[in-house]
């Protein structure tokens, strides 16, 4: 009998041992890990409803943790948030564009190397009495070199910074082509073009003019800066598959000849030149002006037989059209015969200074990030994917196929302090060399302003 007991205290002893860090009594650091805790989450560009499975993934794993996720409107963002951030009341989480990591990185916590969390496990005493245990697991961060390895090319590059990792997407959009099939079909044209070349001779025979000359129905929405969304993003997507270099990090490059380059053809002031060719009247591809409203808008009013923009424009197209309008999205064209460049447009999720709950905020984080979770958010919005691992099966997916073979080829020129001085920089370029500043001079000019952001 007593060689019984003993033996019996001996499995005990073993199991309590093997189980690491598994335990019948509850520590103070375990109880302090098992605590409510309350995230809130801000973003601009998600419904709710677009995270609210994942979430409740999340909560199944860790019940004591509540993540609310508020939509804000894109105007209001930046003045809430700084105004929460100086008044301590949060949030937690928020979702940033990609190009302004560095307007907020001072408020802003990198990722840990590790994440500790508690979990509860019920487990049987000897087989036969059923416990409730606690189980703390610490687990390693995602790294920049695995970061590197999973996600696309211009997630890494946007963001880590100095070795650290600031934030983790979702889904990264890409710049496309919408364009009018009825239009099209009117004009003979069988397919969108694939070229820069094919397009300008495409919008020859899509464009119309009045007795009077004046412009009826344009072929696409170029040439100008304040009627025609993205001007700055399509612009910086020519100079980019132009050759130029838009930045060295520190120094603005569009304005010069890349090293090895041609030094009689500048490929920054060239792409100036082409785009704003489409709202010269004395041009062959003259196509656009003044009396056209916002691109999306002619669009949807059958008046524009192609514009650029982002997958999610598609749900405001479709609220703002009138009658029908039958439309379909294709790859923006590149330049023949040189490397395939797109641009990259999307928010990845980070965690601020002020959360009283860093920890958890960056492990529900990446609990999200894994390929598993992430896809059924991807699923329910129809959304491209960040992570390199994702874009076979979307390619072959028919709704996702055109934005999913983008996304290995898409890049963020900008990594400043300011976007919108930038995007201004771009916008008073173009209006500049149609009110006749010469194209050398106006983006040397633009340039200097960009600079100042850097």
Not at 246 to 263: A, H, I, L, S, W
Not at 271 to 300: G, H, I, R
Request: glycine share 4%; net charge negative.
């Amino acid at each position: 009998m007593k060689k019984i007991k003993i033996y019996a205290l001996l499995l005990i002893g073993v199991a309590l041992i093997t189980t690491g860090f598994r335990c019948t009594f509850i520590t103070a650091k375990q109880q302090e890990l098992l605590q409510p805790v309350a995230l809130t989450w801000w973003g601009t560009f998600d419904d709710p409803s677009d995270f609210s499975d994942i979430i409740k993934e999340y909560q199944v794993v860790h019940p004591n943790v509540k993540v609310t996720y508020r939509k804000l409107r894109t105007e209001e963002f930046d003045t809430e948030l700084i105004h929460a951030l100086a008044e301590d009341r949060g949030p937690d989480i928020v979702s940033i564009n990609n190009k302004e990591l560095n307007k907020w990185l001072n408020n802003l916590e990198p990722l840990p190397a590790t994440t500790k969390m508690a979990y509860t496990v019920k487990q049987k005493s000897l087989g036969i009495k059923e416990e409730t245990l606690v189980e703390v697991r610490e687990t390693t961060s995602i790294t920049p070199a695995k970061i590197k390895e999973q996600y696309l090319d211009v997630v890494s590059d946007d963001v880590i910074v100095n070795g650290k990792v600031y934030g983790l997407p979702l889904s990264v959009n890409t710049l496309v082509l919408f364009y009018n099939r009825d239009l099209f079909n009117n004009a003979n044209l069988a397919l969108p073009p694939t070229t820069w070349t094919e397009l300008q001779t495409d919008v020859k025979k899509l464009t119309f003019q009045d007795k009077e000359n004046k412009l009826v129905q344009s072929g696409i929405a170029m040439g100008l800066a304040d009627n025609i969304e993205y001007s700055p993003d399509v612009l910086a997507l020519l100079m980019m598959q132009n050759g130029a270099q838009m930045t060295d990090g520190n120094r603005v490059m569009f304005t010069f000849v890349p090293p090895g380059g041609d030094k009689l053809y500048n490929p920054g002031p060239e792409a100036v030149k082409f785009y704003t060719d489409f709202a010269d009247p004395v041009k062959e591809v003259y196509t656009w002006n003044q009396t056209f409203s916002n691109s999306l808008d002619a669009f949807a009013q059958g008046k524009v037989a192609m514009i650029f923009g982002y997958g999610y424009d598609a749900s405001y197209i479709e609220g703002k059209r009138q009658g029908k309008l039958n439309y379909a999205v294709a790859r923006v064209p590149q330049i023949e015969g040189r490397k395939e460049v797109n641009v990259a447009n999307y928010w990845f999720q980070t965690v601020t200074k002020k959360s009283k709950h860093v920890n958890e905020s960056w492990d529900f984080l990446q609990f999200i990030s894994k390929a598993e979770i992430a896809k059924k958010y991807l699923n329910r919005t129809l959304r491209p994917t960040a992570l390199r691992a994702l874009v076979d099966e979307q390619i072959q997916n028919d709704q996702l196929s055109i934005f999913a073979s983008q996304l290995l080829t898409s890049e963020n020129w900008y990594h400043g302090k300011d976007t919108t001085v930038a995007e201004q920089a771009f916008i008073e370029l173009v209006t500049s060399v149609h009110q006749g500043i010469e194209v050398q001079k106006a983006i040397e000019l633009a340039a200097q302003k960009v600079q100042q952001t850097l």
